[in-house]
Structure formats: C-alpha cells, structure tokens
C-alpha cells in the first residue's frame, strides 16, 4: 500500500495529535477567557491573532481525527464540567514543566543550579502523577481508552473553537 493510498494514520501520530489538540484546546479556551481582560492594545492584538492562529490549527488537526485507528463516535456536544478544564489545564502546565526543567537540566553547568532544577524536575514529575491519577479516578482522562481519549479530545476541541 503506498504512503498516498492510506487511510488511517499510525497510532504514533494518532497520539501526537492528541496531545497538539488536547494542549492548543485548553490554550484557546483560557486566551478567549483572558483577551478582554487585556487593555493594551497591542498585546490584545497579539492575543488575538493567537487566538485565530490556535482556532486554525486545531481545526486542521481535527480533520485527521476521522482517519485515527481508533473508533471515535461523536455524540451530541455538552458542556463539560469546570473540574476537567481546570484539571487539564494543570495537567498540561505540569506536562510543559517536566518537559522544560529537563531541557534546562541539560543545559546547566552550575551544580547548585542543575540540583535546584533536578529538585523542581522532581515536583513537577510528582504533581504531574497526582493530577493524571485525579483526573483517571473522575473520568476526565481515560488514558487506556484512544477512542473515549479522541472522543474528549473533540468535545473540548469544538467547546473552544465555539466560545
């Protein structure tokens, strides 16, 4: 079978596109909450054109979402509650951290400094555990399900792109 004439695409971007929509959808809903608290104009601009930039990417990477090797079935849109938003919002901001304090590990060479990020590295690893499992415990990730994961994916995805 040629690249061309696939149809579904690998579990591996599967999962990366999960996480790009997954990270952008809570980005998008927390600038559209933050944007008219913004009173410089410019940065509101700035804002804005983000806001539009995130609402075409996720868009795009929703498309994909019918050529995913899991089923996905899309059911009637409702509000989630707070606590998931909120919960992946923490998720993600711990997600980001562990991601940055281990790059910045690799880039020090004061030993007081790289033990100081090493010890972060450690806290961020530790809350990151603590709000997966809060989240799998109330529902709000069914990390060992892809197809209720997407189905989350675009609920969340269309909550953003409608507000």
């Not at 559209?32 to 601009?45: G, I, Q, R, S, Y």
């Not at 075409?56 to 989630?80: G, K, M, W």
């Not at 901001?93 to 790059?103: D, W």
């Given at each position: ?21 997954a990270f ?38 929703i498309s ?73 415990k109330n ?25």
């Amino acid at each position: 079978m040629s690249e061309e004439e696939r149809k579904l695409l690998a579990w591996h971007e599967t999962l990366e596109i999960h996480e790009l929509v997954a990270f952008q959808s809570v980005g998008l809903i927390k600038l559209k909450m933050a944007v008219n608290k913004v009173n410089d104009k410019e940065l509101k601009d700035l804002y804005r054109k983000v806001i539009n930039e995130l609402k075409q990417n996720v868009t795009e990477l929703i498309s994909f979402y019918s050529s995913v090797p899991a089923p996905v079935q899309r059911e009637e849109e409702s509000e989630r509650e707070d606590h998931s938003f909120y919960a992946a919002d923490l998720l993600t901001l711990l997600k980001t951290s562990v991601r940055n304090y281990s790059v910045a590990i690799t880039e020090t060479a004061t030993p007081v400094l790289r033990k100081t990020l090493i010890n972060h590295l450690v806290r961020a690893i530790n809350g990151h555990e603590q709000i997966f499992r809060y989240m799998l415990k109330n529902g709000y990730y069914p990390a060992y399900d892809l197809g209720q994961m997407l189905e989350n994916d675009l609920k969340n995805a269309h909550k953003a792109l409608r507000m």
